[in-house]
T-cell receptor, first 115, second 114 residues
Framework: DTGVSQDPRHKITKRGQNVTFRCDPI?????LYWYRQTLGQGPEFLTY????????KSRLLSDRFSAERPKGSFSTLEIQRTEQGDSAMYLC?????????????FGPGTRLTVL | TQLLEQSPQFLSIQEGENLTVYCNSS?????LQWYRQEPGEGPVLLVT?????EVKKLKRLTFQFGDARKDSSLHITAAQTGDTGLYLC??????????????FGKGTKLSVIP
């Protein structure tokens, strides 16, 4: 049983560039979450998908951020015109409806550094 | 907005000692999850507690969910150097949109010294 995978693991980019991250959830999981974690903080919720529908977005998700889950399987998170403040660990988690109050399993994360 | 306060933030103990980490909130949670995170990695699930007053044991780790489902504790018996890491608690609330987004504490950074 493979867990949640994320790609790339690390990304260094220059300010103003666009970046895209990919998340592959656990295969039977229909729910997918994106979180962001900065140094010394716990992860913060960004957005949620149930199957292919994006049902919830945090206020943290500015209009430079867009997420998709086109076929209800993998998801992508794109950041346009990156800023230094976007530097963080971007975490993806998945869960299954009806699980113990939606226990979420996390991927290894993508560490973004904006220079 | 739900807030989770974890204490202590940092803990350094000798191998073999016992310790307790606390997670407190004024909000009621549907469930509470404990994770352990290594530097540069994602959080790894340790346990989910759902029922008020629930106690779960995972080898030397004991997790308790408060009766009112607002707080939780993690107790480690006879700590080992392999227990070193960042321990995160996360409370789940039904958002009404079908999700149980997690609210995380800042974590407790545990160092177990040989």
């Amino acid at each position: 049983d493979t867990g949640v995978s994320q790609d790339p693991r690390h990304k260094i980019t220059k300010r103003g560039q666009n970046v895209t991250f990919r998340c592959d959830p656990i295969s039977e999981h229909n729910r997918l979450y994106w979180y962001r974690q900065t140094l010394g903080q716990g992860p913060e919720f960004l957005t949620y998908f149930q199957n292919e529908a994006q049902l919830e977005k945090s206020r943290l998700l500015s209009d430079r951020f867009s997420a998709e889950r086109p076929k209800g399987s993998f998801s992508t998170l794109e950041i346009q015109r990156t800023e230094q403040g976007d530097s963080a660990m971007y975490l993806c988690a998945s869960s299954i409806s009806g699980g113990a109050r939606d226990t979420q399993y996390f991927g290894p994360g993508t560490r973004l550094t904006v220079l | 907005t739900q807030l989770l306060e974890q204490s202590p933030q940092f803990l350094s103990i000798q191998e073999g000692e016992n310790l307790t980490v606390y997670c407190n909130s004024s909000s009621v949670f549907s469930s509470l999850q404990w994770y352990r995170q290594e530097p540069g990695e994602g959080p790894v699930l340790l346990v989910t507690v759902v029922t008020g007053g629930e106690v779960k044991k995972l080898k030397r780790l004991t997790f308790q969910f408060g009766d009112a489902r607002k707080d939780s504790s993690l107790h480690i018996t006879a700590a080992q150097t392999g227990d070193t890491g960042l321990y995160l608690c996360a409370g789940a609330v039904d958002s009404g949109a079908g999700s149980y987004q997690l609210t995380f504490g800042k974590g407790t950074k545990l160092s177990v010294i040989p």
